[in-house]
């Protein structure tokens, strides 16, 4: 049983299933944002747009809100093109949306749309038939793991600076990512996920709750690559 106190705000989903099970009442809902973000990598500079879901409702009453980084999406190699991170991030949302219900916390299944893209940014080339490559998550490949087949992931770790541009007003943020190289049946793929965030203005109080935040996701992600047997070197931010 998880002694997460209800005085602590959640982070995380694993928050509120761990709540509920200590046998809190627990309403959610989710808000999704598209944001275009310029990103600061070494001395290479771009846009991109990231894909958030703000879950926010009541523990007993007490109000709460946390937001989830599910995909980073470009016109560039520098990340999936946007038209993939959609579906990469629905992916991810599904399966969140169903730890939450067999948890026993019900919220209404919204995904995110290629079509409110081509409404909120319609100068960008989104094209719905376009590919540039496999939508795979490392949850596929867990599970080619799972089936016997040798899976070799390097891991690495870096804390990126971005600007967030919302509507009349702009967001300095640090993006906690992770890097996946990942060798298997014979090839290798490529791919990043951000773990958590914070705002950068704010980097004495909001760092260490980004790095337990995204430690905590890591400590969850390398569990299965134990089951799966999948081999890696544990890594986490400090």
């Given at each position: 049983?998880?002694?997460?106190?209800?005085?602590?705000?959640?982070?995380?989903?694993?928050?509120?299933?761990?709540?509920?099970?200590?046998?809190?009442?627990?309403?959610?809902?989710?808000?999704?944002?598209?944001?275009?973000?310029?990103?600061?990598?070494?001395?290479?500079?771009?846009?991109?747009?990231?894909?958030?879901?703000?879950?926010?409702?009541?523990?007993?009453?007490?109000?709460?809100?946390f937001?989830?980084?599910?995909?980073?999406?470009?016109?560039?190699?520098?990340?999936?093109?946007?038209?993939q991170?959609?579906?990469?991030?629905?992916?991810?949302?599904?399966?969140?949306?169903?730890?939450?219900?067999?948890?026993?916390?019900?919220?209404?299944?919204?995904?995110?749309?290629?079509?409110?893209?081509?409404?909120?940014?319609?100068?960008?080339?989104?094209?719905?038939?376009?590919?540039?490559?496999?939508?795979?998550?490392?949850?596929?490949?867990?599970?080619?793991?799972?089936?016997?087949?040798?899976?070799?992931?390097?891991?690495?770790?870096e804390?990126?600076?971005?600007?967030?541009?919302?509507?009349?007003?702009?967001?300095?943020?640090?993006?906690?990512?992770?890097?996946?190289?990942?060798?298997?049946?014979?090839?290798?793929?490529?791919?990043?996920?951000?773990?958590?965030?914070?705002?950068?203005?704010?980097?004495?109080?909001?760092?260490?709750?980004?790095?337990?935040t995204?430690?905590?996701?890591?400590?969850?992600?390398?569990s299965?690559?134990?089951?799966?047997?999948?081999?890696?070197?544990?890594?986490?931010?400090?």
């Amino acid at each position: 049983m998880s002694h997460l106190s209800i005085n602590k705000p959640p982070h995380r989903i694993t928050d509120l299933i761990n709540l509920i099970k200590n046998g809190e009442n627990i309403t959610c809902n989710t808000l999704f944002e598209i944001v275009p973000v310029d990103f600061a990598h070494g001395n290479i500079e771009f846009q991109a747009y990231i894909f958030l879901c703000k879950y926010f409702g009541t523990i007993n009453s007490k109000e709460y809100i946390f937001r989830k980084c599910y995909a980073r999406g470009c016109q560039h190699n520098l990340c999936p093109h946007v038209s993939q991170a959609v579906m990469i991030a629905n992916r991810y949302l599904k399966r969140d949306y169903k730890k939450l219900l067999d948890a026993g916390i019900k919220l209404k299944e919204n995904i995110f749309s290629l079509d409110d893209m081509l409404v909120k940014y319609d100068k960008i080339d989104l094209e719905k038939n376009e590919t540039t490559g496999a939508i795979l998550t490392i949850h596929d490949y867990i599970n080619i793991a799972k089936e016997g087949n040798i899976v070799k992931v390097q891991i690495n770790l870096e804390i990126i600076p971005g600007v967030e541009y919302f509507a009349n007003q702009k967001n300095e943020q640090s993006f906690l990512m992770v890097d996946f190289n990942i060798a298997t049946l014979g090839r290798n793929s490529k791919f990043q996920r951000c773990l958590a965030c914070f705002e950068t203005h704010n980097e004495t109080e909001e760092k260490p709750v980004a790095i337990q935040t995204a430690n905590a996701r890591l400590k969850i992600l390398f569990s299965e690559f134990d089951e799966a047997k999948i081999q890696y070197k544990p890594i986490f931010f400090n």
